[in-house]
């Protein structure tokens, strides 16, 4: 699994990019910083970020701004699901709440508590790859539902000309050679086409097969998940945050 590494800091007080740029640097996590709503606009085009960490008052566009365009613009129609957290200031209950509204995952106070700051990133990332675990689920219970709709449809299909062979052989005249000629006829005409159907079934069933083994070594669980989440965020912060 690929953890986001990438997270955009938006806030016009420098001391605030600096700090996140230093402390999740050293964290391994790739920081981009934007002063104002439109640069950070600017920046979510040109570096995808996985995360962006917004202040709610900002120059020229607000971080309210901000997101109703990530959420409803078109030329931001691939960015609508970026995980936004929120900084807010201490008891700005009114802001938090409007957030929360227009689809934040999350807000911060300030002043920051590095420790909060973390535990909230952690979270996201978690609730990101959880949602990925359950689309792949989703997918394979899909392949699953197709592979049970074809099975249905060709017992269906056999079932019917299998039954009228069976009825044609039983008033069968053995002395008739049209007679017979007529029911080889029938017969090669079905098993033809009944072998066709039963490639057909059998290389989808090996497509199926095939496609449920990736999705499944792609899977892994929520003990899993923490593991890895923590490994990746806590690989350097005893050291490096002490430095």
Same mark, same amino acid.
């Given at each position: 699994?690929?953890?986001?590494?990438?997270?955009?800091?938006?806030?016009?007080?420098?001391?605030?990019?600096?700090?996140?740029?230093?402390?999740?640097?050293?964290?391994?996590?790739?920081?981009?910083?934007?002063?104002?709503?439109?640069?950070?606009l600017e920046k979510v085009k040109l570096y995808s970020p996985a995360i962006m960490l917004l202040d709610n008052v900002l120059p020229k566009i607000t971080g309210f701004e901000v997101i109703q365009i990530l959420k409803k613009d078109k030329e931001f129609h691939e960015f609508k699901n970026l995980p936004i957290i929120m900084f807010s200031a201490m008891g700005d209950t009114e802001s938090k709440v409007l957030g929360l509204e227009m689809?934040?995952?999350?807000?911060?106070?300030?002043?920051?508590?590095?420790?909060?700051?973390?535990?909230r990133i952690r979270n996201i990332i978690k609730q990101k790859e959880l949602s990925k675990q359950l689309v792949?689920?989703?997918?394979?219970?899909?392949? *699953?539902e197709s @592979? %049970?709709?074809? =099975?249905?449809?060709f017992t269906r299909h056999i079932k019917?000309? *299998?039954?009228? @062979? %069976?009825?044609? =052989?039983?008033?069968?005249?053995?002395?008739?050679?049209?007679?017979?000629?007529?029911?080889?006829i029938k017969f090669e005409k079905e098993y033809k086409e009944t072998i066709a159907l039963l490639n057909s079934l059998e290389e989808e069933i090996i497509d199926i097969e095939n496609k449920g083994s990736r999705m499944k070594d792609e899977e892994f669980s929520l003990e899993e998940l923490e593991k890895r989440i923590n490994k990746y965020l806590n690989s350097s912060e005893d050291n490096d945050l002490s430095e």
């Open positions: 699994m690929k953890l986001p590494k990438r997270i955009l800091v938006v806030d016009d007080e420098y001391l605030t990019l600096e700090f996140f740029d230093i402390t999740l640097s050293k964290l391994g996590f790739e920081v981009i910083t934007a002063k104002d709503g439109a640069e950070a689809g934040i995952e999350d807000y911060i106070t300030k002043p920051f508590n590095f420790s909060e700051v973390l535990a792949k689920k989703e997918r394979r219970l899909a392949i *699953l @592979l %049970n709709t074809n =099975l249905i449809s019917k000309p *299998l039954d009228i @062979l %069976n009825d044609e =052989l039983k008033k069968l005249d053995f002395n008739n050679k049209e007679n017979i000629e007529d029911f080889k």
